[in-house]
Structure formats: structure tokens, C-alpha cells
């Protein structure tokens, strides 16, 4: 089985001065932990807030850049950049965990489309449009009040994502920024890291006519595991009722019913959530999810899906069908 997690948040956690080749006690994500996860490959999203000003966000997402790179060539045991499936592939059978880059937010590329590329060539392989603001590109879940969905640059953006082969990442998105870029991308399209709005009424999950749309586009999406996505029964001050993995498998079973098991898989969100499932403390008990999959009837191959194989699938899809030649 190969097992792909489409966002943690773990380069935020490097730049604060966490040794990611130690198992820290406290990390949702270390080398170790993804090891002992079974964990073959692992996107780390450089992040940052739309509360920042753009100067600001590319020194730090160059930062976070940087740090990766620098964690990745002190551990050659454990793991290495992967920007393909194939050679996500060939780290595994070399026994390493393959490290893929995303950017969570576009605020750093402004309207510069040579960042975008820049980025493309220093290994990220999706941008997740914004964060819980409206940016130059789009609408935010948290806002949506710029531009109504895509601005007129974000529709250039998307062009030019699809010419290079940048997936698109639609987790934060507002509603109508959503459906623009259904309209728009050439490519299929994702969520690295949501849940179904029908089982917890969020604005950051998807409904149900939208985990179709992306399903009819050929994209995936990826089941967040944070609690406040999970259940509207969890109460996040007092940290009661929090939901652990039967809710995580819940999540995955709407979203297989309503879009079909091509378009499932996981996105946890680890690093990036404060509270973890109950059972599911940190990326070293992923494989739960999977056992309570086996335990609902799922098959191994559908599982498999579930696991890596439909986030791979779109990852080759979208470099196969773009026209960038480097
Ligand atoms: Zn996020």
C-alpha cells in the first residue's frame, strides 16, 4: 500500500525550531513518526496568514522553503523531495519517505506569475489559492466579499497554473471561488485538506454538490482531520465530545457515496490543527483510519485509493496534461 498525507503543516513547525529527524514528543509530524506511520509520502505545506503583507509572506515561505531543504539534506536516511508519483515511488523502495511542497496561500506570488513558476521549479506541486482572507487571485471561505470568486488575475493564475503543471487546491476557498475554478482550470482540481459539509455544517468543508463537481473533474478530496471539521457536536473550548477515527471514516464514507472512491483521500492537516482526533494523536496512527475502513467492508484496493493512489493519480494527470516544457 501506498500511503500519501496531502497536507501538514509541519515547515511552519521547522522555522519555530523543531528537529523533525528526532521523534518529538509533542509533533503530530517528525521523520520518525512518519516512518513508524508507514507513511510513504507526506506533502508540507508552506504556509502562511492572509494577516501578513506579501513582502512579508515570501520572506517567510522562502524561509520555510529553506528550513525544509535543510531538514531533508540532514536526514539522506530518512527522507527526500519528491515532485513526481514516480519518484515518490522510487524513494519508497529505496526505504525513504518521500517529502512533497505545497503552498498553502498565493499571497506570497502577489500578481507575479514568475514566482508561481519559481515555486513550480523549487519543487511545489499545488498552491492552495488562499487562506481565511481574500487575496489578489480570490475569495476566501472565511471572507468572500473581494471579488465574488475568482478575480480577474486568479483567472490568469489558473491559466497559467494548468500551463506548468501547479495543481490547484480549492480547501479555503469561498463557495463561488469554487465553482469559478470548476469553470476554469483545464485541469482536474482538489482539496488538500477538507471534510463533507452535510455531516458538519463548516463553511471550510465541501457539500455535497461539490464533492460531485470535483469528482466530475477528475480531483480528489482530501479528508481534513481537525475536530472542528469533523463534528458540529465537538466543543472546542471545553474540548468535549471530540469525534476521533469512526468520524475521520465517516467523513470518507459520504465523501465515497456521494463522489465515488476515485475521488477520496486524506489530507490531515496535522501540524496545522490544534487539537488531534481522539485516537489519532499524531501521523504514526494513520493506518487506524485504514483498519476501520477494512473493518466497514472497504476492499484492499479500494482502500489503497483512499490511502495514496487517487492523490497520485491527480498529481499525474495534471503535470500529463500541462504544456509547460522547462
Ligand atoms: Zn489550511
Redesign the pocket.
Known sequence: MFVLDSHCDTPSEIIRGRNIGLDNPDAHVDFPKLRRGGVDACFFALYTPNTISEDESLRKVMRMLAAVQDALEANPDKAALATTPEEAQRLKEKGLTAIFLGM?NALPLGKDLALLRFFHRAGVRYV?LT?NGDNEICDSAAEGKRWGGLSPFGREFIAEMNRIGMLVDI??CSDKTFYDCIEVSSAPIVST?SCCRALCDHRRNLTDDQLSALSDKGGVCQINFYPVFLSGQYDEEKDLNRPGIKEVVDHIDHAVNVAGIDAVGIGS?FD?IEVAPAGLDDISKIGLVFDEMARRGYSEGEIEKVAGLNFMRVLSDVARTSLFIP
Open positions: 498553502e492552495t487562506h480547501a479555503h485538506h492537516d496545522g
